[in-house]
T-cell receptor, first 114, second 112 residues
Framework: DGGITQSPKYLFRKEGQNVTLSCEQN?????MYWYRQDPGQGLRLIYY???????QKGDIAEGYSVSREKKESFPLTVTSAQKNPTAFYLC?????????????FGNGTRLTVT | GESVGLHLPTLSVQEGDNSIINCAYS??????FIWYKQESGKGPQFIID?????DKRQGQRVTVLLNKTVKHLSLQIAATQPGDSAVYFC???????????FGKGTTLSVSS
C-alpha cells in the first residue's frame, strides 16, 4: 500500500527537550509538508520541501527545524525554543507537478509536552 | 493576513438531508481550491477539488461550487449519512511553489 507514515502516533516529552517526528512516504512524491493543528483550529504550515536538500519556512516555523536528505523522508524536530509545542502534527506530500494538485496526508502525531 | 475562512463552525443535519458547507476566501489570485474531510484523530482526506476556470464540479454525492465574484466556495453533500460526520476544511493554493492555506473548519454532525 502506498501512503504516508507518521510515527509515533502519540509522543510525550518533558519541557526543554527536543523531539523529532518521523514522516515517511512511498508515493514517490517530490514535495512534502508539515502542518500543525490545534484544537478547533485549521492547519497551519510549519515547513515545506519541494525537492531533496531544499526546504522553505511556512507561517509558523519558529522553534522548528527540518531536513530533507532523502525523497521519502521529511523529519520535523520540535526544539525547546518552541513555546507551545503541544499539538497535533500532520505531514503531507504531493507530486511536484502540477502545482495545483491535492496533498496526501498521514494520520498525524499527537505531541504532548509537560 | 489573508486566510481562507468558513462561515459556520458547526452544522447539524438529519440523516438523508442535503448539507451545504460554506467557505469564503480573500485572495482573488487563488486559482485552486480543495475540500478535505477529517475524522477524529486522523489526517485530512481529499474529497474534491476545483480550479478557478470552473464554477462547479461534481463527485460521488458531493458537489463543489465556486463563485469568484464574491470569493465563495461551497461543498454540497447529498443524502447526508452518519458516516459523513467529521470536520470539513476548505483550502486554497495561491500560486505555484507555495503550500495550501487552510480554513478553520466546519464540524458536521449527522443524526439518525
Amino acid at each position: 500500500d502506498g501512503g504516508i507514515t507518521q510515527s509515533p502516533k502519540y509522543l510525550f516529552r518533558k519541557e526543554g527537550q527536543n523531539v523529532t517526528l518521523s514522516c515517511e512516504q512511498n508515493l514517490n512524491h517530490d514535495a512534502m509538508y508539515w502542518y500543525r493543528q490545534d484544537p478547533g483550529q485549521g492547519l497551519r504550515l510549519i515547513y515545506y520541501s519541494q525537492i531533496v536538500n531544499d526546504f522553505q519556512k511556512g507561517d509558523i516555523a519558529e522553534g522548528y527545524s527540518v531536513s530533507r536528505e532523502k525523497k521519502e523522508s521529511f523529519p520535523l524536530t520540535v526544539t525547546s525554543a518552541q513555546k507551545n509545542p503541544t499539538a497535533f502534527y500532520l505531514c503531507a506530500s504531493k507530486p511536484g507537478q502540477p502545482y495545483n494538485s491535492p496533498l496526501h496526508f498521514g494520520n498525524g502525531t499527537r505531541l504532548t509536552v509537560t | 493576513g489573508e486566510s481562507v475562512g468558513l462561515h459556520l463552525p458547526t452544522l447539524s443535519v438529519q440523516e438523508g438531508d442535503n448539507s451545504i458547507i460554506n467557505c469564503a476566501y480573500s485572495n482573488s489570485a487563488s486559482d485552486y481550491f480543495i475540500w478535505y474531510k477529517q475524522e477524529s484523530g486522523k489526517g485530512p482526506q481529499f474529497i474534491i477539488d476545483i480550479r478557478s476556470n470552473m464554477d462547479k464540479r461534481q463527485g460521488q454525492r458531493v458537489t463543489v461550487l465556486l463563485n469568484k465574484t464574491v470569493k465563495h466556495l461551497s461543498l454540497q453533500i447529498a443524502a447526508t449519512q452518519p458516516g459523513d460526520s467529521a470536520v470539513y476544511f476548505c483550502a486554497e493554493n495561491r500560486q505555484a511553489g507555495t503550500a495550501l492555506i487552510f480554513g478553520k473548519g466546519t464540524t458536521l454532525s449527522v443524526s439518525s
